[in-house]
């Protein structure tokens, strides 16, 4: 039985890695269950994935508040990064619906032939909408307690909000899209995935990426700069409108031309 057993787990071990034609078959399918799920399941699946996504600012806020002044700017950045990281594992393992995710994933049937624009453009509203609701409760809700339970450092949420709108509009932009990009190939390497653990990594070097370079994500940016609205420092709700249009239409371009066209285009030439 013992030898059978390790047998089994030999043959699994030699799988061999998925090919860009079924990643691609898979990533369609996945698409279009999302795209005919009932508009009601899919705004609490965003709503879902607007607060859990947003647990990244907790942990990013209290990382800095314990280690300001403490250690080498470079190494807190690091820890930061890894903390930003944590609301993506979250969100993916959990299935819930993440606005970044279908800029690609849900492009994938319509491209493809199998569904039509107006459905994508409902999934799209609904998930974007939900997504930014939950991202302002939790901005609102971290903004009042984080002080007060004394694990949030009063200027922190107003540094991290003031990070995400200094730049130019055209740079929150092709951040953006830099961003759009780094989260489309999560997408496309979670699919390729065989195993939790794989996926688990996956996303967090992706998500790390994101955190560590300030890339700029509608969702969990929404929620740094508004959080900083609403503890009066880094940030005004003018500074919110200014970083959200142009941070929304990188990730749509982001995740739309550089994944969902270039990877449909390079595995469909291929099948």
């Known amino acids: 039985m013992a030898r059978k057993r390790r047998q089994g787990e030999e043959e699994k071990d030699e799988e061999p890695q998925k090919g860009y034609e079924t990643i691609l078959e898979q990533e369609i399918l996945a698409g279009l269950t999302e795209l005919e799920r009932p508009a009601r399941n899919l705004f609490l699946s965003g709503l879902s994935a607007g607060l859990d996504v947003s647990l990244s600012l907790l942990l990013m806020a209290v990382m800095r508040t314990l280690t300001e002044g403490e250690l080498p700017n470079a190494v807190v950045e690091i820890l930061v990064a890894n903390m930003y990281a944590a609301g993506f594992i979250f969100v993916v393992l959990g299935r819930s619906e993440l606005f970044t995710e279908h800029t690609t994933l849900a492009v994938l049937p319509v491209i493809d032939g199998r569904a039509s624009?107006?459905?994508?453009?409902?999934?799209?509203?609904?998930?974007?909408?939900?997504?930014?609701?939950g991202a302002a409760a939790f901005a609102a809700f971290l903004a009042f307690l984080g002080p007060r339970l004394g694990i949030v450092g009063p200027r922190v949420l107003g540094d991290?909000?003031?990070?995400?709108?200094?730049?130019?509009?055209?740079?929150?932009?092709?951040?953006?899209?830099?961003?759009?990009?780094?989260?489309?190939?999560?997408?496309?390497?979670?699919?390729?995935?065989?195993?939790?653990?794989s996926q688990i990594f996956v996303?967090?070097?992706?998500?790390?990426?994101i955190?560590?370079?300030?890339?700029?994500?509608?969702?969990?940016?929404?929620?740094?700069?508004?959080?900083?609205?609403?503890?009066g420092q880094g940030a005004t709700m003018a500074d919110f409108w200014r970083f959200l249009l142009p941070t929304t239409v990188g990730n749509l371009l982001g995740g739309f031309i550089f994944v969902a066209l270039i990877k449909y285009g390079h595995a469909h030439s291929k099948s």
């Open 211 to 231: 955190g560590f370079g300030h890339l700029h994500h509608a969702v969990v940016g929404s929620t740094e700069v508004l959080a900083g609205v609403f503890s």
């Open 203 to 209: 996303v967090w070097l992706v998500a790390f990426a």
């Open 117 to 133: 624009v107006r459905q994508l453009g409902r999934l799209w509203g609904l998930v974007y909408t939900a997504n930014l609701l």
């Open 160 to 197: 991290i909000a003031a990070g995400m709108v200094k730049p130019a509009w055209w740079l929150i932009l092709m951040s953006g899209v830099l961003a759009a990009w780094l989260m489309g190939l999560l997408s496309w390497l979670v699919a390729a995935s065989r195993d939790t653990i």
